[in-house]
């Protein structure tokens, strides 16, 4: 399967209200927060230097990310922390997280990254198996009962 071309736009006055719609799977809800709610966290959390972008294929949005990018150190875990990645249910099985999510490892490497990290809660139906064949790999910790996972970046070459 060839992975679907995405990009990744800003979130402006234009587009919220389409970036806004993505909803997930029902069963899905408990792990991952609306879009709305999700900038609302961004708002709340200056001090996270949150990035956000809505998942676009064409010209349609099929997805929202987020990440608390190079924060400064004490309170927030890591310089890169993928706090966010939505998927919209019509949208979902098609290789469009994978390949947003490729494009996120690709911006933070760029600005030096070593690793990118991320949390999951448990549960029937978490997002563990896609982000282990991703390559991500559980770190052993905790943060707000969610476990802390790890994807590795080398530089390229290495």
């Not at 909803?23 to 956000?52: C, D, E, I, T, Y």
Request: net charge positive; with cysteine; hydrophobic share 35%.
């Amino acid at each position: 399967m060839t992975s679907p071309v995405v990009h990744l736009r800003e979130i402006t006055d234009d587009n919220r209200e389409a970036v806004c719609a993505l909803r997930v799977r029902h069963h899905q809800k408990q792990f991952v927060a609306s879009v709305k709610r999700s900038l609302g966290h961004a708002a709340a959390a200056p001090k996270a230097h949150p990035w956000f972008r809505a998942v676009y294929c064409g010209d349609e949005p099929v997805g929202f990310v987020m990440l608390s990018w190079n924060p400064p150190t004490g309170r927030y875990r890591g310089r890169y922390f993928l706090w966010r990645l939505l998927i919209d249910k019509r949208y979902q099985r098609r290789g469009i997280g994978r390949a947003a999510l490729e494009q996120i490892v690709e911006l933070v490497r760029a600005e030096g990254a070593t690793e990118l990290l991320s949390s999951y809660e448990t549960g029937e139906g978490d997002p563990w198996p896609f982000y282990e064949k991703f390559g991500f790999e559980r770190t052993g910790e905790l943060d707000d009962d969610e476990i802390v996972i790890r994807l590795p970046l080398p530089a390229r070459g290495s």
